[in-house]
């Protein structure tokens, strides 16, 4: 009697699969879950998880290195990754500040020495319009003032000088965005020497005391970065003596100086030293 072979009798599932795909095999699941954490971590860099944990699977597959076909760390080639990296906006900015570093310490020329008095017999006197690096270790964004003298060579432990500041240093980063409270500081040129550039403006007596009256105004003034900052303070100085103005929307110190010396540089006066040694 024959024995009759049940169709319904469970068989094992594994003698279906190929002899030679190991049983422990991960599923793509596993895999998304291993790579997902790695590829969204570094420097918030967008990877598409999908396309590579398919090549991943598949490389596993045909038994060949993951290294050759992803990266380790973020599933694209290291060349492909170093670009992805640059264009990050962190990249960029480092790369900004890289090059502002190098332009605004590069030498510039001279004071400039600018005379707007009605007559030469009248008695001088000295308003400086300076910008330099920033007090900060990196110089960073740079920094502008006013400097007020009676005499040449304009010492700056002698003089009085003037800049406008965020009240608070912790306003510094959200006065990009909106106006903090401004604060006249004295003595604004302690720390902020380094790179100095200026337009030196011979003015009479009468000039010189209105030039100090408009600094008072701004003693209560709200600082905004592009509108209302130390270079619109200096600005506002630079009209009340007299001088030809460029435009202040969201310009540095040292490139505001820069356009003001060439607009008033038919009215230079005659060279010699501005500044004592300091």
Not at 29 to 34: D, P
Not at 218 to 241: E, H, L, Q, R
Request: proline content about 7%.
């Amino acid at each position: 009697m024959r024995c009759r072979r049940f169709r319904d009798q469970p068989t094992n599932q594994a003698s279906n699969q190929p002899a030679n795909q190991p049983t422990n095999q991960p599923t793509s699941q596993q895999l998304i879950n291993r790579l997902a954490p790695r590829i969204y971590s570094f420097n918030g860099c967008y990877v598409d998880v999908k396309t590579q944990v398919q090549s991943v699977y598949m490389a596993k597959l045909q038994g060949q290195p993951q290294n050759t076909l992803v990266s380790k760390r973020l599933g694209m080639p290291p060349l492909a990754r170093a670009f992805s990296v640059l264009l990050t906006l962190k990249g960029l900015l480092i790369a900004y500040l890289l090059c502002w570093a190098v332009v605004y310490r590069l030498p510039h020329s001279p004071p400039a020495l600018v005379d707007i008095r009605s007559s030469i017999h009248e008695r001088p006197y000295y308003v400086a319009i300076c910008a330099s690096l920033a007090s900060n270790i990196h110089g960073f964004p740079g920094h502008g003032y006013v400097v007020w003298g009676e005499s040449l060579p304009l010492k700056f432990s002698d003089c009085d000088s003037r800049g406008f500041v965020p009240a608070k240093f912790t306003d510094q980063i959200p006065s990009l965005f909106h106006s903090v409270p401004g604060l006249l500081v004295q003595n604004a040129s302690d720390g902020n020497l380094r790179n100095l550039d200026a337009v030196v403006v011979i003015v009479d007596r009468k000039t010189f005391l209105k030039s100090k009256q408009i600094s008072g105004l701004w003693n209560s003034d709200n600082f905004k970065v592009g509108s209302s900052d130390c270079v619109a303070y200096a600005n506002s100085i630079a009209a009340s003596v007299g001088l030809r103005l460029p435009d202040t929307s969201f310009k540095y110190p040292q490139d505001y100086i820069g356009q003001l010396k060439q607009l008033n540089s038919r009215r230079k006066a005659s060279s010699i030293v501005c500044f004592a040694e300091r």
